[in-house]
């Protein structure tokens, strides 16, 4: 009920997660990517996905969104998945996730995004059409700075059992303690959120005037 989604896999971490994602794309087929992204998910599409996978890896400005249009146009590539960061690292772009949604379903791609920093408590990516929601438990969820681990929020049962057989075969889940601490930083993310944004709220007003 946090994501609003159909199902919920719990992983070893945030790239442990979006590399299950790569998983639902088929060789030959493309990954429409960002090009402000995490430095992990980076190394992935740069190094594994084309050499290793055998995908077709693009990077578009994703705030422009007649650059995201233009790409999935591309007769050339047969884009699958569109993978949005935002609010993006490092440069804390916004990007418009029902509007790259559209533009990607049009097109009959999936969209994964990659919802780490605001996480399902300031950010719902399924409520804007999102297929997939990716945060990484290893920040706000747990919140404890002793756990690593990432969560993959999936909306149609199809696409749930896809990504449950992957993570299954591959066994790349979180393990049954750190499962436990998750939960236990679960119950206390909203005010730990809602604190945190309070107190940088205070501070930019402060410095504001200085």
């Known amino acids: 009920d946090v994501e609003g989604a159909d199902a919920a896999f719990a992983f070893a971490s945030g790239m442990a997660a979006i590399a299950t994602v790569m998983r639902l794309v088929k060789p030959g087929e493309a990954v429409l990517a960002g090009n402000d992204i995490y430095g992990g998910t ?4 740069g190094k594994i996905a084309p050499s290793k996978q055998g995908l077709v890896v693009r990077h578009v400005d994703m705030t422009r969104l007649e ?3 233009l790409a ?8 699958r998945l569109v993978l949005v960061e935002t609010p993006t690292n490092p440069r804390l772009e916004v990007c418009d996730i029902r509007a790259i949604c559209e533009l990607a379903h049009a097109k009959g791609a999936i969209v994964c995004v990659d919802n780490s920093i605001m996480a399902p408590m ?26 690593t681990g990432g969560i993959l929020s999936v909306v149609g049962e199809e696409l749930a059992e896809e990504v449950y057989f992957h993570q299954n075969a591959e066994g790349n889940m979180m393990s049954p303690f750190e499962a436990w601490l998750a939960l236990r930083g679960l119950k206390t993310m909203a005010l730990r959120m809602e604190k945190q944004a309070q107190n940088a709220e205070a501070i930019a007003a402060f410095l504001s005037g200085h």
């Open 122 to 147: 300031f950010q719902r990516p399924i409520d804007l059409g999102a297929d997939i929601s990716m945060t990484s438990a290893t920040k706000f969820i747990a919140g404890h700075s002793d756990v």
């Open 42 to 45: 980076q190394r992935f599409l």
């Open 72 to 79: 999935l146009e591309n007769e050339e590539d047969k884009v």
């Open 67 to 69: 650059d995201v249009r």
